[in-house]
């Protein structure tokens, strides 16, 4: 058997780093489905996540690092999803908004972020975190959704995706906070309002010959 590279052992201290991150916001997901952030503390996540504080101290920072790590995880596995939406309907830019926007609305009854900005708790420190303070991760959203709009439509000048993008990210979060109709309704609204205006980029590009 051949001795191990001086490499391997790295690798597999950044393989068990990754499994701890991951045991550990999903610590922070399960507890959350049952109380607001206000009331977790990192004693309980290293609790839930099979790990001593001290650990948990070490790889996360402080308690408002570690709910940062936990909103941008989710942020990243929203956009993923989303991405697929806008794979999948594509060219249709009705269907792609409509079908973003109602994957975020739907999830208000059961995911402890969209669920924060639903009920609208007053003090709810991770509803600040999202919406008045605002973590990195959320303020990269509509710069991620823009290119994201980019990479299906690049015909569509920067600047107007990023106006589209910015759009869909203040009507998801007003409508979070003040549902007017179920998902599916509220989405398909938005997707009738703004997929008009993305059509109509689309239009002027070709006429221009982008």
Known sequence: MSAPTPAEPERYTDASRALLRERVLDAVHDLLAEATWSDVSM???AKRAGTSRQTLYNAFGNRRDLAH???AREVDR?????GEVVAQRAPDAHAC???ALEIFLSAAGSHPLVRAISISESGDELLAMLTTRGAPAVAEVPE??????????PQVPTEDAHLVAETLVRLALSHAGMPSGTPARVAADVGRVLGPFLD?????ARAAGG
């Not at 109509?200 to 002027?204: G, S």
Request: positive net charge; charged residues 10%.
């Open 144 to 153: 991620r959704l823009a290119a994201l709009l980019s990479e299906h439509w």
């Open 200 to 204: 109509q980029l689309l239009r002027q």
């Open 78 to 82: 929203f956009l993923a999803i989303v």
């Open 69 to 71: 790590a936990y909103i």
């Open 43 to 45: 004693a309980s996540v």
């Open 97 to 99: 908004l409509a079908g």
